[in-house]
T-cell receptor
Framework: EPEVTQTPSHQVTQMGQEVILRCVPI?????FYWYRQILGQKVEFLVS????????KSEIFDDQFSVERPDGSNFTLKIRSTKLEDSAMYFC?????????????FGPGTRLTVT | AQKITQTQPGMFVQEKEAVTLDCTYD???????LFWYKQPSSGEMIFLIY??????QNATEGRYSLNFQKARKSANLVISASQLGDSAMYFC????????????FGKGTHLIIQP
């Protein structure tokens, strides 16, 4: 069964450092997403990506965040200068054609710890 | 704007009993989807069930059913014959059905099934 994969599973970084979280969405999917979940809290939408550009972003997704699909398979989230409050689980998700199944398939997540 | 309200932070249920997890939503759009995801202690997000706003019949997936009451803006999840493996966090979510919109999640309900 196809699945979304994410690397690394856990990333520890120092405040102010740049991190890149990587995702490989399901191969024939067209819509890609990043979400975050601060420990013990709800899942929050960050950004959606379609046709090689950002489709929608939340107010959390400020200038320190960026997304990229550098090739036909990877989808990355970059945090330019990490802050302590960026510590969270980051989930990538993908979806097939809109109008059919609306299920967003989530990856297993990357736990980011900023020290 | 969209909002999901889950009023049950935690629930204890005896094994084999049916469970109803409450979810109410607020959205200004006529075309929207409602989702339930399960998050076990391992952290992954597992899709359970989807209901579109124009679907006249309640969605069902195995032991899961979604009690969709449009006039009351509620989308409760019903789990029949609960099992110990159902112990997890359960999140209700919604999105507008227009391309790549992200999911808006509720705060979740922590369900514990007791033997």
């Amino acid at each position: 069964e196809p699945e979304v994969t994410q690397t690394p599973s856990h990333q520890v970084t120092q405040m102010g450092q740049e991190v890149i979280l990587r995702c490989v969405p399901i191969s024939n999917h067209l819509y890609f997403y990043w979400y975050r979940q601060i420990l013990g809290q709800k899942v929050e939408f960050l950004v959606s990506f379609y046709n090689n550009e950002i489709s929608e972003k939340s107010e959390i997704f400020d200038d320190q965040f960026s997304v990229e699909r550098p090739d036909g398979s990877n989808f990355t989230l970059k945090i330019r200068s990490t802050k302590l409050e960026d510590s969270a689980m980051y989930f990538c998700a993908s979806m097939g054609l809109a109008g059919t199944s609306r299920e967003q398939y989530f990856g297993p997540g990357t736990r980011l710890t900023v020290t | 704007a969209q909002k999901i309200t889950q009023t049950q932070p935690g629930m204890f249920v005896q094994e084999k009993e049916a469970v109803t997890l409450d979810c109410t939503y607020d959205t200004s759009d006529q075309s929207y989807g409602l989702f339930w995801y399960k998050q076990p202690s391992s952290g992954e997000m597992i899709f359970l069930i989807y209901q579109g706003s124009y679907d006249e019949q309640n969605a069902t997936e195995g032991r899961y059913s979604l009690n969709f009451q449009k006039a009351r803006k509620s989308a409760n999840l019903v789990i029949s014959a609960s099992q110990l493996g159902d112990s997890a966090m359960y999140f209700c979510a919604t999105t507008w059905l227009r391309g790549a919109d992200g999911l808006t999640f509720g705060k979740g309900t922590h369900l514990i099934i007791q033997p």
